[in-house]
C-alpha cells in the first residue's frame, strides 16, 4: 500500500510506491514458475508423440500449454494496469489520492476485455511448442492432414528426407545440441553459431545467417531458441541406424 512520507500533506508527490515496485517485482517472479510449467508440459507432449501415446483432448498437453499461455497473459495485464497506476499518479500528481486498487481494476478490465485466441501468437513459448509439436509429429508421419483413408506418409521416407537438416551449415557435421533461428527459421549447432556470433560482434560486425542464400544478415543470441523437436528426430534417427547396423 503506498504511502506518504509527511503524513500533513495531502499531496501525491509524497506518494511512496516502493513497496507497490517491490511486490510488482516479485509479482514477475511468477513468470518463471508459468514458463517452467510451460517447458514441462511442452516436453511431456514431444515425449508423447516420440511414443505415439494417445491423449484425450480433455488432458492433452496443448490444453495445458493454452492454460498456462493465458495465465501469463493475464499475469502481464495485471502488471501492466498497476504500472499504468503507478505512471499516472506520479505524472498527474493529483491533490487528493485517487482510488488506487479502482485504477488498476479498471485498467485490468480494460485489457482483459481485448483477449482474444490470437494472443497466444505473441507468446514465445507456445509458438515455439507448436511449431516443435508439428515438426516432430511430420518426422514421425503423423501429419494431421493425412489421406481419409487412413495411411500416413512412410516415415521412413520422411527421416531420408529430412537427413540434409541435420547438418550444421557451419560445422559440416550432424548436429547434437541444434538451435533455431527465430527469424530465419535455419538450424544451427548451437556451440558453432555461438562462437561465431561472439567473433563477429568482438570485431563489432554484424553476424549473418551461415546458411547459403539467407538474407538474415543481423543475428543475435536472442534470436536462437532450442530446437528439441529437432534434436530428437536425430537421436530416434541414430538410434534407428545403430539398430540396423547390429
Known amino acids: 500500500m503506498p504511502g506518504r512520507s509527511n503524513s500533513n500533506s495531502g499531496s501525491t508527490g509524497f506518494i511512496s510506491f516502493s513497496g507497490v515496485e517491490s511486490a510488482l517485482s516479485s509479482l514477475k517472479n511468477f513468470q518463471a514458475c508459468i514458463n517452467s510449467g510451460m517447458d514441462t508440459a511442452s516436453s511431456v507432449a514431444l515425449d508423447l508423440v516420440e511414443t505415439q501415446t494417445e491423449v484425450s483432448n480433455e488432458y492433452s ?3 495445458a500449454m493454452v492454460e498456462f499461455a493465458a495465465m501469463d497473459r493475464q499475469l502481464n495485464h495485471y502488471v501492466k494496469a498497476v ?3 503507478i505512471n499516472h499518479v506520479k505524472e498527474e500528481r493529483p491533490e487528493k489520492i485517487p482510488d488506487l486498487k479502482l485504477l488498476v481494476e479498471k485498467k485490468f478490465l480494460a485489457l482483459q476485455n481485448k483477449n482474444s485466441d ?6 514465445e513459448k507456445f509458438v515455439q511448442f507448436k511449431q516443435q509439436l508439428k515438426e516432430l509429429k511430420k518426422q514421425y508421419g503423423l501429419q494431421a492432414d493425412r489421406e481419409a483413408d487412413g495411411t500416413g506418409v512412410d516415415e521412413d521416407m520422411i527421416v531420408t528426407q529430412s537427413q540434409t537438416n541435420f547438418i550444421c551449415p557451419i560445422t559440416q557435421l550432424e548436429m547434437k545440441k541444434p538451435v533455431k533461428n527465430k527469424v530465419c527459421g535455419h538450424t ?14 568482438r570485431r563489432k560486425k554484424k553476424a ?8 538474415h544478415t543481423d543475428m543475435r543470441m536472442s534470436d536462437l531458441v532450442q530446437d528439441e523437436a529437432l534434436r530428437r528426430a536425430i537421436e530416434n534417427h541414430n538410434k534407428k541406424r545403430h539398430r540396423h547396423s547390429e
Not at 490470437?118 to 507468446?123: K, P, V, W
Not at 544451427?188 to 560482434?201: D, F, L, Q, T
Not at 549473418?208 to 538474407?215: E, H
Open 61 to 63: 498437453m496443448d490444453k
Open 83 to 85: 504500472q499504468s497506476m
Open 118 to 123: 490470437a494472443d497466444f501468437q505473441n507468446n
Open 188 to 201: 544451427y549447432e548451437e556451440e558453432a553459431i555461438v562462437r561465431m556470433i561472439e567473433s563477429k560482434h
Open 208 to 215: 549473418c545467417c551461415p546458411k547459403i542464400g539467407c538474407s
